[in-house]
C-alpha cells in the first residue's frame, strides 16, 4: 500500500511519460461486465455508472448487430447467405479474439464502420440492403473493438484519479519505467 505522496508521483510519472500503466484487457473488460457497481464503489468510493454504460453497450450491441447482419444476409443474397454468413461469423470471431490484445486498435474498424455507414446512406450501391449488410457487420465488429478498448481506457484513467481503484484493481495493472 503506498501513501498519498508515492501515489502522487506514480500519477505525475505517468502522466510525464516516464511510466508507463498498462492494464490487462480481459481483465479491465470483466470488472465493467462481472463486477456490480455498487461492489465498485465501496472498493474506491467511485460509481462508473458511464463506464459500464459503454462497456455494457459494446458487450451486448455486437452479438446483437452480428444476428443483424446475418438476417440482412438472408435478405439480401437468399440462399447465397448460406456461405456468407459463416465466413462473417469466423471473421467476427477472428476480430473478437484479436481485439483482447494490447496492440489492437479501434481506428481502422472505426474508418471501415465511417465508409461503410456513408456508402449506405450516400445510396452508392445498387441494391441498398448490401450496404446495410456491410455497415451493420462493420458495427458488429466495432463493438466488439470498442468493448476492449474502452474498458482499458476507463480502468487506465480510473486507477490514475483514485488510488483507491489502483489498491483494489491493481492485479490487472502493470507499471513500468517507460524507454
Same mark, same amino acid.
Given at each position: 500500500?503506498?501513501?498519498?505522496?508515492? /501515489?502522487?508521483? @506514480?500519477? !505525475?510519472?505517468? /502522466?510525464?511519460?516516464?511510466?508507463?500503466?498498462?492494464?490487462?484487457?480481459v481483465f479491465a473488460r470483466k470488472l465493467y461486465t462481472g463486477m456490480a457497481t455498487s461492489a465498485i464503489e465501496e472498493?474506491?468510493?467511485? #460509481?462508473? /455508472?458511464?463506464?459500464?454504460?459503454?462497456?455494457?453497450?459494446?458487450?451486448?450491441?455486437?452479438?446483437?448487430?452480428?444476428?443483424?447482419?446475418?438476417? @440482412? #444476409?438472408?435478405?439480401?443474397?437468399?440462399?447465397?447467405?448460406?456461405?456468407?454468413?459463416? =465466413?462473417?461469423?469466423?471473421?467476427?470471431?477472428?476480430?473478437?479474439?484479436?481485439? =483482447?490484445?494490447?496492440?489492437?486498435?479501434?481506428?481502422?474498424?472505426?474508418?471501415?464502420? &465511417?465508409?461503410?455507414?456513408? =456508402?449506405?446512406?450516400?445510396? @452508392?450501391?445498387? &441494391?441498398?440492403?448490401?450496404?446495410?449488410?456491410?455497415?451493420?457487420?462493420?458495427?458488429?465488429?466495432?463493438?466488439?473493438? @470498442?468493448? /476492449?478498448?474502452?474498458?482499458? $481506457?476507463?480502468?487506465?484513467? $480510473?486507477?490514475?484519479?483514485? !488510488?483507491? #481503484?489502483?489498491?483494489?484493481?491493481?492485479?490487472? &495493472?502493470? &507499471?513500468?519505467?517507460?524507454?
Open positions: 500500500m503506498m501513501n498519498d505522496d508515492q /501515489y502522487k508521483t @506514480l500519477v !505525475q510519472s505517468a /502522466y510525464d511519460g516516464r511510466l508507463l500503466v498498462g492494464v490487462d484487457r472498493a474506491t468510493g467511485e #460509481a462508473p /455508472y458511464l463506464e459500464k454504460l459503454v462497456v455494457w453497450f459494446a458487450f451486448l450491441a455486437s452479438p446483437v448487430a452480428m444476428l443483424g447482419s446475418a438476417v @440482412l #444476409a438472408a435478405v439480401a443474397f437468399h440462399w447465397w447467405a448460406l456461405l456468407i454468413v459463416p =465466413v462473417a461469423l469466423l471473421w467476427w470471431m477472428f476480430n473478437r479474439s484479436t481485439s =483482447v490484445r494490447g496492440g489492437s486498435s479501434i481506428w481502422f474498424l472505426t474508418l471501415a464502420l &465511417i465508409a461503410s455507414v456513408s =456508402v449506405h446512406f450516400m445510396n @452508392l450501391l445498387a &441494391i441498398p440492403r448490401m450496404s446495410g449488410l456491410v455497415a451493420v457487420f462493420a458495427f458488429a465488429l466495432w463493438c466488439d473493438r @470498442l468493448l /476492449y478498448c474502452a474498458s482499458t $481506457f476507463f480502468l487506465r484513467a $480510473f486507477v490514475l484519479r483514485n !488510488q483507491r #481503484a489502483l489498491e483494489a484493481f491493481g492485479e490487472g &495493472i502493470t &507499471i513500468r519505467e517507460a524507454g
